[in-house]
Nanobody, 119 residues
């Protein structure tokens, strides 16, 4: 079992930055692929970024390339999402998720943290 707790959301003006953190429980954190997802009101949940177990193999949605950076610190059981040059369309609830490398679906989800970008 893995428990995930996000933090770092809030209200920021367009062009600003936020850093989301996701703290994970469990001794096998380093074996999980970690992802950040978001869901805006009236829209489907979408993946924002993903990072492999060794911090390699990163993936970013086209909409955040060059603005967001995902990273992980396996010693701290934490994954981060640095968000720069934020836009109003980035407003959403952001979720952290974890899955084992050989699985297609994410098994574990955090409760989400709200990010609101004002224009």
């Amino acid at each position: 079992q893995v428990q995930l707790v996000e933090s770092g959301g809030g209200l920021v003006q367009a062009g600003g930055s936020l850093r989301l953190s996701c703290a994970a429980s469990g001794r096998t954190f380093s074996t999980y692929v970690m992802g950040w997802f978001r869901q805006a009101p009236g829209k489907e949940r979408e993946i924002v970024a993903r990072i492999g177990w060794s911090a390699g193999g990163t993936y970013y949605a086209d909409s955040v390339v060059g603005r967001f950076t995902i990273s992980r610190d396996n010693a701290k059981n934490t994954v981060y999402l640095q968000m720069n040059s934020l836009k109003p369309e980035d407003t959403a609830v952001y979720y952290c998720a974890a899955k084992l490398i050989y699985k297609a679906d994410y098994d574990y989800w955090g409760q989400g943290t709200q990010v609101t970008v004002s224009s």
